[in-house]
T-cell receptor, first 113, second 111 residues
Framework: SAVISQKPSRDICQRGTSLTIQCQVD?????MFWYRQQPGQSLTLIAT?????????ESGFVIDKFPISRPNLTFSTLTVSNMSPEDSSIYLC??????????FGPGTRLTVL | GQQVMQIPQYQHVQEGEDFTTYCNSS?????IQWYKQRPGGHPVFLIQ?????EVKKQKRLTFQFGEAKKNSSLHITATQTTDVGTYFC???????????FGAGTILRVKS
């Protein structure tokens, strides 16, 4: 398995501001992803974080709103830019191990006022 | 688009009763993974199924992958209050590399 940490665990932000979420994994992984989970909903993939290059975004998500970095194999950041109340959600980092098993971080609970 | 359908959406059982949640994919899956999410928690990996017709057990949990690799089920025998949570299936489509999640089944257990 993989141990994933995320910072911050939760935050309350004002609309129009930006928040950067960090994800650190304790071992080398093949892939890293960012998901969003809105209250009572399933998980929605935002993007695949690619090491050393631009992330690959899913339909409905764009780089200007959700810039992502992955400078090395074990670390990634997701920024939620120019936030609005609709961005209130749990943001989850996820990794795939060499066994093709996918694990999730503890999540960042974001509330935008 | 590629979809994974999961039913039921919600189930409320008496402690000791069995529980099953089902997933169906519109296309063939290369593998399927199951997760449990407790209220207020994050999805926790339970198991991965890869082979056609595969059956795996973890104590009171039995996971099956269909012969056609398009459906899967999770069965819990004699539920306990600690089984409460939302169970998600998630599949990787053949020739794909991204998990597609089902909507989840919320399990509540009455003691």
């Amino acid at each position: 398995s993989a141990v994933i940490s995320q910072k911050p665990s939760r935050d309350i932000c004002q609309r129009g501001t930006s928040l950067t979420i960090q994800c650190q994994v304790d071992s080398q992984v093949t892939m890293m992803f960012w998901y969003r989970q809105q209250p009572g909903q399933s998980l929605t993939l935002i993007a695949t974080a690619n090491q050393g290059s631009e992330a690959t975004y899913e339909s409905g998500f764009v780089i200007d709103k959700f810039p992502i970095s992955r400078p090395n194999l074990t670390f990634s950041t997701l920024t939620v830019s120019n936030m609005s109340p609709e961005d209130s959600s749990i943001y989850l980092c996820s990794v795939v191990t060499v066994n093709n098993e996918q694990f999730f971080g503890p999540g960042t609970r974001l509330t935008v006022l | 688009g590629q979809q994974v359908m999961q039913i039921p959406q919600y189930q409320h059982v008496q402690e000791g009763e069995d529980f099953t949640t089902y997933c169906n994919s519109s296309t063939t899956l290369s593998n399927i993974q199951w997760y449990k999410q407790r209220p207020g928690g994050h999805p926790v990996f339970l198991i991965q199924l890869v082979k056609s017709g595969e059956v795996k057990k973890q104590k009171r949990l039995t996971f099956q992958f269909g012969e056609a690799k398009k459906n899967s089920s999770l069965h819990i025998t004699a539920t306990q209050t600690t089984d409460v949570g939302t169970y998600f299936c998630a599949g990787i489509m053949e020739y794909g590399n991204k998990l597609v999640f089902g909507a989840g089944t919320i399990l509540r257990v009455k003691s």
